[in-house]
């Protein structure tokens, strides 16, 4: 069983387009956090989340964290063809070693 | 800083072969960690360390071992390869603060066992 369910699993929009991404879990985090990936490279991070309904802005990206800080979302304003890659969630557990990541949406933006 | 290092970035093995896949990182962490990524999927985790003699299995250890010997390095030993271990490989290291937590990846090793 996988602790952090992303959707959708792939994606492909057109250039300008708008999109969220959702993490879900019925575990409680004490933070969260947003990667993305790009082909042969390892994750970047893009935003840690750690008070539940909290909501950070990245220029085009804005990260909520949920009120039970049970989930999270990413939603893209107008994407770009510069936004296509792997998007990761990942989860820090009070007292956890360890993060635990989502599935994982694959975004493909069409120009 | 060079973050993450890991070589080799691609290697073929045959079954039953054994080899090392090196982890180096320069920015004094104490946690490290071994991922593997199957295509278009998610990480999972294979081991992990929060510091130096210190070691632990996470959701995939099957097959790999693991030591960690210093700060800077944590290599990842399979000793029989076999095909289910086709795939990549991403060591990361963690900065882990009361405020600010991010985990850095190394570029990868792409394996393949035929």
């Known amino acids: 069983t996988q602790l952090l369910e992303q959707s959708p699993q792939f994606l492909s929009i057109q250039e300008g387009e708008n999109l969220t991404v959702y993490c879900n879990s019925s575990?409680?985090?004490?933070?969260l956090q947003w990667y993305r990936q790009e082909p042969g490279e390892g994750p970047v991070l893009l935003v840690t989340?750690?008070?539940?309904?909290e909501v950070k802005k990245l220029k085009r990206l804005t990260f909520q964290f949920g009120d039970a800080r049970k989930d999270s979302s990413l939603h893209i304003t107008a994407a770009q063809p510069g936004d296509t890659g792997l998007y990761l969630c990942?989860?820090?557990?009070?007292?956890?070693?360890?993060?635990?990541f989502g599935t994982g949406t694959r975004l493909t933006v069409i120009p | 800083n060079a973050g993450v290092t890991q070589t080799p970035k691609f290697r073929i093995l045959k079954i039953g072969q054994s080899m090392t896949l090196q982890c180096t990182q320069d920015?004094?962490?104490?946690?490290m960690y071994w991922y593997r990524q199957d295509p278009g999927m998610g990480l999972k985790l294979i081991y992990y360390?929060?510091?130096?003699?210190?070691?632990d299995k996470g959701e995939v250890p099957n097959g790999y071992n693991v030591s960690r010997s210093t700060t800077e390095d944590f290599p990842l030993r399979l000793e029989l390869a076999a095909p289910s271990q086709t795939s990549v490989y991403f060591c990361?290291?963690?900065?882990?603060?009361?405020?600010?937590?991010?985990?850095?990846f190394g570029p990868g090793t792409r394996l393949t066992v035929l």
């Open positions: 990942a989860g820090l557990q009070t007292g956890a070693n360890n993060l635990f």
């Open positions: 575990s409680v985090f004490s933070s």
């Open positions: 989340v750690v008070t539940g309904g």
């Open positions: 920015m004094n962490h104490n946690y």
């Open positions: 360390s929060v510091g130096a003699g210190i070691t």
């Open positions: 990361a290291s963690f900065r882990r603060g009361a405020s600010y937590n991010e985990q850095f």
